[in-house]
């Protein structure tokens, strides 16, 4: 059984860096063709694909974002962290991992709600 | 900066069909870009429903298929079900980076 857990800060502040981490089980990021990304939804708003961390520990950011962004892995804890830089009021947001096996985007976590205000 | 681009809202009568569409702003939407389809409903997270264009979850209701049509990635909803009322996502990969639609609003009445 495939699940994922978002876990971090419900409240920062503006210029603060973020740090969420994704806890997952029922596979592992070692094995071949496995994946995990991070996705996050402004409320009311649509998703926006941040990045994306692969079993061999290549790493991908989006344009706009990745000068802020870093995905990092830990196989044996089963975790992968996100950091964003600078955090504004704009990037109040619900921010989901997901698991991506060969191209698919099976498992998605709950999400958590970050709010990024003085 | 790329876009992809989706149907804001559409409606549809229960037991109708409807399409949903997902157009790049770099062209024709091909295999190679591996679209996948979800469903969100208010307060829940995305759920995948359909990977590679056309492949199927185990919990994907038979009612939902993808294809490619018309130079864009589409999800089709055979036999709409009140339950279907939700906002959908396409997502498109280009390299390793990938790009999520607007989302469609789908109402059923």
């Known amino acids: 059984q495939v699940t994922l857990r978002e876990s971090g800060p419900a409240l920062v502040k503006p210029t603060q860096t973020l740090t969420l981490t994704c806890t997952f089980s029922?596979?592992?990021?070692?094995?071949?063709?496995?994946?995990v990304s991070w996705i996050r939804q402004p409320p009311g708003k649509a998703l926006e694909w941040l990045a994306r961390?692969?079993?061999?520990?290549?790493?991908y950011y989006s344009t706009s974002l990745k000068t802020r962004l870093t995905i990092s892995k830990d196989t044996s804890k089963n975790q992968v962290v996100l950091t964003m830089t600078n955090m504004d009021p704009v990037d109040t947001a619900t921010y989901y991992c997901?698991?991506?096996?060969?191209?698919?985007?099976?498992?998605w976590g709950q999400g958590t709600l970050v709010t990024v205000s003085s | 900066q790329t876009v992809v681009t989706q149907e804001p809202s559409l409606t549809v009568s229960p037991g109708g069909t409807v399409t949903l569409t997902c157009a790049s702003s770099?062209?024709?939407?091909?295999?190679?870009?591996?679209p996948n389809w979800f469903q969100q409903k208010p307060g829940q997270a995305p759920r995948a429903l359909i990977y590679?264009?056309?492949n199927k979850h185990s919990w994907t209701p038979a009612r939902f298929s993808g294809s490619l049509l018309g130079g864009k990635a589409a999800l089709t909803l055979s036999g709409v079900q009140p339950e279907d009322e939700a906002e959908y996502y396409c997502?498109?990969?280009?390299?390793?980076?990938?790009?999520f639609g607007g989302g469609t609003k789908l109402t059923v009445l």
């Open positions: 997502l498109l990969y280009y390299g390793g980076a990938v790009v």
């Open positions: 770099t062209g024709a939407v091909t295999s190679g870009y591996y």
């Open positions: 590679s264009t056309s």
């Open positions: 029922g596979f592992s990021l070692s094995t071949s063709g496995m994946c």
């Open positions: 997901a698991r991506i096996r060969y191209g698919d985007y099976d498992y």
């Open positions: 961390i692969d079993w061999d520990d290549d790493k």
